[in-house]
């Protein structure tokens, strides 16, 4: 059974940093997209970040040059870096798995992780 389990997530004060970790399971990680997603109360699912299986990295615009995706394919796991924190990041943040093979380009994702909570304070 394919397992996603993120960890990192807290509480900080506006500028401060967090790191979260996705350790992947039962699942061929190194020719896959992995994504982070991130959804705050009263709003919709946001695509905040993926990396593609030959590193290709993708961003939405609200953390361009503040987040940053990387992987370890030989631990399997996934990691987004977040810098200069808002509180408008205040979010659960999970991460997920594409399709074997498939593009990140493609946005499609099968695996999914049970989120971890990020809040941000002013």
């Known amino acids: 059974q394919v397992q996603l389990a993120e960890s990192g997530g807290g509480s900080v004060q506006a500028g401060e940093s967090l790191r979260l970790s996705c350790a992947a399971s039962?699942?061929?990680?190194?020719?896959?997209?992995m994504g982070w997603f991130r959804q705050a109360p009263g709003k919709e699912l946001e695509e905040v970040t993926s990396?593609?299986?030959?590193?290709?990295?993708y961003y939405a615009d609200s953390v361009k040059g503040r987040f940053t995706i990387s992987k370890d394919n030989a631990k399997n796991t996934l990691y987004l870096q977040m810098n200069s924190l808002k509180p408008e990041d205040t979010a659960i943040y999970s991460c997920a798995a594409g399709f074997l093979g498939w593009s990140c380009r493609l946005k499609k994702y099968n695996y999914w992780g049970q989120g971890t909570q990020v809040t941000v304070s002013s």
């Open positions: 039962r699942l061929t990680f190194s020719s896959r997209c």
């Open positions: 990396i593609d299986s030959d590193g290709t990295t």
